[in-house]
């Protein structure tokens, strides 16, 4: 049998057989990956803040969300892992609490705070079975389940270390949680954490007055600058927040001399789309996927990177763009910017 192998090891050269075997593992990670592609398009909110981004750090940002929405990039392939994986956790800790007798109520209900143009859906209302001193008849609170990285979960013992958190995402949990409890009327509500092989961590959180009144005199200017069709100021540049945004390809100055770092999983469909020399079908579904357009912009749209041998690079050109009138004689022209965005071998 040995013999065999390595006879066929003689025939096929090893450098063939890796080819070959690489191309089969492209292939399945491609189809990994086209189950979840394209399946969380940009939403419509445009008349509404989403509860959910209440807490972001960025006020253009929340601009943006409302005006440009159809704009907002996907998040890479790697991101789509981790929400999902993220569902799959809260969905089996909302299971876990039916089965121990803490079934959620009115899951997914919708929350509105209609004076300051905010919606929400809470992950549900947690029973209340203990008969409470300063409440008696209270029997249930809102609650928020978040499956947290285990990176994060020894800095996420307390509501006042999430508050703290050196993640901007992890800070703005509390703002989200905190409008359900102010749209329900309730006193308090719970944060319910999970992680990777870890007990779940049950946190109760009291209606922060000082936190609503911040984050309402936050959304009534983002209201203001909708309503006029303008956008704030942007913020000083911040890698972890402006790398994530969704929006960094409308937010001039465009920060192009900044690397994005990219996994090594994304090797495989990067060298699979460099492979496609003509122009087909196929090159172009997954030029659409990877580069885009600022109409719809890919995962790499509008960012530098290398990865292995392959290098994503990023121009801005201005060009003057002619739209001539029929009773104009002489041609007059609008200058733009447009982003060129390319993925190639280093030195090519």
Request: hydrophobic share 35%.
């Amino acid at each position: 049998m040995i013999e065999a192998i390595e006879s066929e090891k003689i025939i096929n050269g090893n450098g063939v057989l890796i080819e070959q075997l690489n191309e089969i593992a492209s292939e399945i990670i491609n189809r990994f990956d086209s189950k979840r592609q394209n399946k969380r398009e940009p939403y419509d909110h445009s008349d509404m803040n989403w509860a959910s981004e209440i807490g972001h750090p960025c006020k253009r940002f929340l601009v943006y969300a409302r005006l440009n929405w159809k704009d907002r990039q996907l998040m890479d392939i790697d991101g789509e892992y981790r929400v999902e994986e993220g569902q799959r956790y809260e969905w089996e800790l909302k299971k876990e609490l039916g089965d121990i007798g803490f079934e959620l109520n009115e899951t997914q209900r919708t929350l509105l705070i209609p004076e300051f143009k905010i919606k929400g859906k809470i992950d549900g209302l947690l029973p209340i079975k203990a008969k409470l001193a300063d409440y008696p008849d209270l029997r249930q609170a809102p609650s928020e389940l978040k499956s947290i990285s285990p990176n994060y979960w020894d800095s996420t013992r307390t509501i006042e270390d999430i508050k703290r958190h050196r993640a901007w995402w992890i800070r703005g949990y509390p703002s989200q949680l905190n409008v359900y409890i102010y749209a329900s009327g309730s006193p308090f509500g719970f944060f319910i954490l999970k992680t990777f092989g870890k007990r779940p961590r049950v946190l109760p959180m009291l209606f922060d007055g000082e936190l609503i009144r911040a984050d309402f005199a936050k959304i009534e200017d983002v209201n203001r600058h909708v309503e006029a069709k303008t956008y704030p100021e942007p913020i000083p540049y911040d890698p972890q927040i402006c790398e994530m945004c969704g929006f960094s390809h409308l937010c001039l100055p465009l920060k192009t001399t900044d690397f994005s770092e990219i996994p090594n999983s994304e090797i495989p469909i990067l060298n699979h789309f460099l492979e496609l020399k003509d122009w087909n079908k196929q090159y172009e579904e997954l030029k659409s996927i990877l580069i885009g357009t600022k109409e719809k912009p890919g995962r790499y749209y509008g960012k530098n990177a290398i990865v292995g041998d392959i290098e994503i690079l990023t121009t801005i050109q201005n060009r003057t763009f002619y739209e001539v009138p029929k009773d104009v004689k002489e041609p007059y022209g609008e200058k733009r910017e447009i982003i060129i965005t390319k993925i190639q071998r280093i030195g090519d």
